[in-house]
């Protein structure tokens, strides 16, 4: 907001990079800063002890084992929230707002975060409860059960969310466009690959962004188109979107996705393992199943997903820019792949040139320059 007063001095495309360059920084700033408070509520649950003293307070309150995990996940979900509203506030709300890309009310903004408390408490709370079971009856294999347990209710997550949880938070309608849908069935024939639905997404309830993705697996398998996209672009930069999430389909990116995160989980498993094993005695756990340690078992999952982060990134980029090159030879010109990048680069206030060490650590999909200047080597050769 206070760069306002200079957009009329300036070069309108360099003020809209120096905007999407600064919103970013804020983003990883707060990104940092989120982790940091985090870290240091783990270093003290840890090392002085905190967790010991809500396992303590729980067992004080009740003899059953099943109530007293309950009730020590509770005050620890419940201060760790509490600890990081404020920053959540001010990433998911405040700072959208400031560079003018939501549109969401701060009523909208508390049901969403109020659905995403309960979603988080339906589904962690018996997670922490299996894997407690699991460590007091099975303590030698507990691991690699939990991680059996981990990876079948991925893939049925995977296969839900689309009906389950996305219309918690977004409505959806089938796309009615018929000159969408018959460009969208011949880009499919030529791929030799069937998407079984285009979604329009209502994301302008929420949002200014545009986005559209390939979501589910098996019979919930489908492309999602935010409105934002289907009103606001050409009939032709939105059939280059689809011929690049109809990429992901027919590369299978979605199975590539779901195994990479499984191979992870287990590794993650086997190390908080070795972790509770080592280090229990040293933090004042009891035994193997003692819930105080469940820090330790997020620290261990923490450190793994901190050195593996820019190798998972590596590879997304590289499935994007598979998908890319698919959609450039499937769609019959170029141009409207370009245009559409750099329509979506101007709407979400992407970084069109990150630094290399950014790019090469925080994103997923290469940079929007990076893309285009692909499209343009690509349109060269043809
Ligand atoms: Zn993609």
């Given at each position: 907001m206070a760069k306002q007063g200079t957009l009329a001095e300036t070069d309108p495309s360099e003020t809209l990079d120096q905007r999407a360059r600064s919103y970013h920084r804020a983003r990883r700033r707060l990104a940092i800063s989120r982790f940091a408070l985090n870290a240091v509520f783990l270093v003290g649950l840890l090392f002085a002890g905190w967790s010991v003293h809500l396992r303590d307070l729980a067992w004080r309150s009740t003899d059953n084992v099943w109530l007293a995990v309950l009730l020590y996940v509770l005050l620890l979900g419940g201060i760790s929230r509490l600890l990081g509203l404020p920053l959540r506030f001010y990433s998911g709300y405040i700072l959208e707002h400031r560079y003018g890309l939501s549109n969401l009310l701060l009523g909208g903004w508390t049901r969403?975060?109020?659905?995403?408390?309960?979603?988080?408490?339906?589904?962690?709370?018996?997670?922490?409860?299996?894997?407690?079971?699991?460590?007091?009856?099975?303590?030698?294999?507990?691991?690699?059960?939990?991680?059996?347990?981990?990876?079948?209710?991925?893939?049925?997550?995977?296969?839900?969310?689309p009906v389950l949880l996305f219309p918690l938070f977004f409505e959806f309608r089938p796309v009615t466009e018929e000159n969408l849908k018959s460009r969208l069935l011949r880009l499919s024939e030529r791929a030799g690959a069937?998407?079984?639905?285009?979604?329009?997404?209502?994301?302008s309830a929420k949002s200014k962004k545009a986005n559209a993705a390939l979501v589910g697996l098996g019979n919930t398998r489908r492309i999602i188109l935010a409105d934002n996209l289907v009103n606001q672009y050409t009939p032709e930069e939105i059939e280059a979107i689809l011929a690049h999430e109809l990429a992901h389909h027919v590369h299978g990116d979605i199975w590539k996705g779901i195994s990479l995160q499984l191979a992870l989980s287990l590794a993650a498993?086997?190390?908080?393992?070795?972790?509770?094993?080592?280090?229990?005695?040293?933090?004042?756990?009891?035994?193997?199943?003692?819930?105080?340690?469940?820090?330790?078992?997020?620290a261990a999952s923490v450190l793994l997903s901190l050195i593996v982060f820019p190798f998972v990134n590596a590879f997304s980029r590289y499935r994007e820019r598979r998908a890319d090159d698919f959609a450039l030879r499937m769609i019959p010109d170029v141009a409207p792949f370009i245009s559409s990048m750099s329509k979506l680069?101007?709407?979400?206030?992407?970084?069109?040139?990150?630094?290399?060490?950014?790019?090469?650590l925080f994103h997923s999909h290469p940079s929007i320059d990076k893309r285009i200047r692909r499209a343009e080597a690509f349109r060269r050769l043809a």
């Open positions: 969403d975060s109020l659905k995403s408390l309960a979603l988080g408490a339906a589904f962690g709370l018996p997670a922490v409860e299996i894997v407690y079971y699991t460590l007091r009856r099975f303590p030698d294999t507990w691991w690699l059960l939990c991680w059996a347990f981990f990876a079948l209710f991925s893939v049925l997550m995977t296969n839900l969310a069937r998407v079984r639905d285009v979604m329009e997404w209502k994301l498993f086997a190390l908080a393992d070795q972790a509770l094993r080592r280090f229990s005695p040293y933090f004042g756990y009891t035994n193997l199943s003692d819930f105080a340690n469940l820090p330790l078992l997020l680069a101007r709407q979400n206030l992407a970084e069109r040139r990150p630094h290399p060490w950014i790019e090469f």
